[in-house]
């Protein structure tokens, strides 16, 4: 049977209250527009009852808020009390020309003050404002996730990144990142994994090193994006808790 969806933000900006249950009982995302300078960017949120935190996910080159990992992501988060934030940080036009070229998707200069928009954009929402604030940043996006926490210390009250080999693709030298850091790394041992993965930051919070497990060991995990789902989960679980407005 299907469910009738809560008005859409889209056109406004607001995020409904409350979403509906897609197929199978995951949240059904709302589609959100999210202004950056000038540009608007695609998003898809999600908002459980009593949500004990906003976890923003950036994502861009060749991954999107529509593919596979993202959505299990989202609804595995969601399974935790967590609100999503899925962002699509390229527009759907630099998307086209990205998949030939590759041209954005390291761009920090472009994509880093789109996730700091993002931040600001779940600030000014009534229904989201209270919420403190986490960032998920994966492979091309891990750098711009650490931009939004650098340039935000007083939003975003933890952040888990994927590094794509060394995330220190930032100009105008280090920059400080005040909230705790977890890194999920596929080795500890291998050449640029652990803190070496993010060369160009100082980490002023807590700094963890993490590798998801080879094999599924909880009920449910079936796939990689589940386990680090998980730790991104646990890392969010332990330190929004103690983050302003966490609702927990």
């Not at 993965?197 to 995990?221: K, Q, S």
């Amino acid at each position: 049977m299907s469910h009738p969806r809560s008005p859409s933000a889209h056109a406004s900006g607001s995020p409904a209250a409350r979403l509906p249950l897609a197929e199978g009982g995951a949240l059904a995302p709302d589609p959100v527009s999210v202004p950056a300078a000038a540009t608007t960017l695609a998003a898809d949120l999600r908002v459980p009852v009593r949500p004990r935190g906003l976890v923003i996910v950036p994502l861009g080159g060749g991954t999107s808020r529509f593919g596979r990992r993202s959505q299990r992501i989202a609804a595995r988060l969601g399974g935790r009390r967590f609100a999503t934030l899925l962002l699509d940080l390229l527009t759907a036009e630099e998307e086209a020309i990205d998949v030939y070229t590759a041209e954005f998707r390291f761009d920090v200069g472009r994509l880093g003050p789109r996730a700091v928009a993002a931040v600001e954009w779940a600030r000014r929402q009534p229904s989201l404002a209270h919420l403190a604030i986490g960032l998920l940043g994966m492979q091309a996006a891990a750098p711009a996730a650490l931009l939004a926490a650098s340039d935000r210390p007083r939003d975003v009250g933890a952040v888990v990144v994927v590094p794509a080999g060394r995330t220190s693709w930032v100009e105008g030298g280090i920059r400080d990142v005040a909230a705790p850091t977890l890194l999920v790394v596929p080795d500890r041992r291998a050449p640029g994994s652990g803190p070496a993965a993010a060369a160009g930051w100082r980490f002023l919070g807590p700094l963890d090193v993490a590798v998801p497990p080879a094999r599924p060991g909880a009920a449910g995990v079936r796939e990689p994006q589940d386990r680090l789902a998980d730790l991104a989960a646990a890392w969010f679980e332990r330190h929004l808790a103690h983050a302003m407005g966490s609702g927990v």
